[in-house]
């Protein structure tokens, strides 16, 4: 069974920082894109940033971009989003996704961790 263990999320005030870990087991994803995505209350899940099997193959929403870094440590079957200069408007609830191939088709989501940023 495939599951997705997001971890690292917590109360933080505008400005800091948080590094949010996604776990997972039950099969390998070293050659899987896997992201990020969050969900805000009363607002539609949306992408936040996503990494692929090929090395650099990297992507970030506008909003994130220069702020947060996605990475991968395929030996430990896990992926990271390092989230700096937070703001109040990136409080939500961070769910990791991971295809079953190198393409973007999510096949697995894990349980969503909750980031808040106070002002």
């Known amino acids: 069974q495939v599951q997705l263990v997001e971890s690292g999320g917590g109360l933080v005030q505008a400005g800091a920082s948080l590094r949010l870990s996604c776990a997972a087991s039950?099969?390998?994803?070293?050659?899987?894109?896997m992201g990020w995505f969050r969900q805000a209350p009363g607002k539609e899940r949306e992408f936040v940033a996503t990494?692929?099997?090929?090395?650099?193959?990297?992507n970030y929403a506008d909003f994130v971009k220069d702020r947060f870094t996605i990475s991968r440590d395929n030996a430990e079957n896990t992926v990271y989003l390092q989230m700096n200069s937070l703001k109040p408007e990136d409080t939500a609830v961070y769910y990791c996704?991971?295809?079953?191939?190198?393409?973007?088709?999510?096949?697995?989501w894990g349980q969503g961790t909750q980031v808040t940023v106070s002002s």
């Open positions: 039950g099969r390998t994803f070293s050659s899987s894109a």
């Open positions: 996704a991971a295809s079953k191939t190198d393409l973007y088709q999510w096949a697995y």
């Open positions: 990494i692929r099997y090929t090395i650099g193959r990297t």
